[in-house]
């Protein structure tokens, strides 16, 4: 297993389209994250899934996002209409619902530019 | 108001120093996570506290759960530690998501 994979790496796109992200998790792995990172600040959580449930959404998450996670394995996020305020690091990281081990591998992340 | 306070924010030392970067919160938490980031983005977990310490090489992390404060520490510092280290917390009983620190980017001149 190589970790947590995600991609593209970059991408750079035009204001009002629309892009979408992957992220294949450690396979073993049932819960996997999407966080989005700005220049100079922490990541911030965007949503989260066990198996093929969304679990959880932040109010980060506009109608413009969507995220899913269809037979429980790899995750999309899509951002619709991307505007500006878009442009950010967008981090995944999966984690086992082992009780003894809740630590986390994150994905290098998608550099997303909004131009 | 941040959740996850750390500091300080930048850190600059020489090499063979002893470092030590804080961490405090306002609630709480089920675990305390230290992370290190690298530029270009790919984040490492290094340790995950729920009481104690622990050690991991030249790492060590501590945490005092009654003063909602940790520690990490590195011995012996060396040029290649040179990154953003982040605190990361989860509150409560839920392990759904990591509230994070804004980092504290640590540069180790030879």
């Known amino acids: 297993d190589t970790g947590v994979s995600q991609d593209p790496r970059h991408k750079i796109t035009k204001r009002g389209q629309n892009v979408t992200f992957r992220c294949d998790p450690i396979?073993?792995?049932?819960?996997l994250y999407w966080y989005r990172q700005t220049l100079g600040q922490g990541p911030e959580f965007l949503t989260y899934f066990q198996n093929e449930a969304q679990l959880e959404k932040s109010r980060l998450l506009s109608d413009r996002f969507s995220a899913e996670r269809p037979k429980g394995s790899f995750s999309t996020l899509e951002i619709q209409r991307t505007e500006q305020g878009d442009s950010a690091m967008y981090l995944c990281?999966?984690?086992?619902?082992?009780?003894?081990?809740?630590?986390?591998?994150f994905g290098s992340g998608t550099r997303l530019t909004v131009v | 108001k941040n959740e996850v306070e750390q500091s300080p924010q930048n850190l600059t030392a020489q090499e063979g120093e002893f470092i030590t970067i804080n961490c405090s919160y306002s609630?709480?938490?089920?675990?305390l996570h230290w992370l290190q980031q690298h530029p270009g983005g790919g984040i490492v977990s290094l340790f995950m506290?729920?009481?104690g310490k622990k050690k991991h090489g030249r790492l060590i992390a501590t945490i005092n759960i009654q003063e909602k404060h940790s520690s990490l520490h590195i011995t012996a510092s060396h040029p290649r530690d040179s990154a953003v280290y982040i605190c990361a917390v989860n509150y409560g009983g839920s392990q759904g998501n990591l509230i994070f620190g804004k980092g504290t980017k640590l540069s180790v001149k030879p």
């Open positions: 990281a999966s984690s086992s619902r082992d009780r003894k081990y809740y630590g986390y591998t």
């Open positions: 609630v709480g938490i089920s675990a």
């Open positions: 506290l729920s009481s």
């Open positions: 396979s073993e792995h049932n819960r």
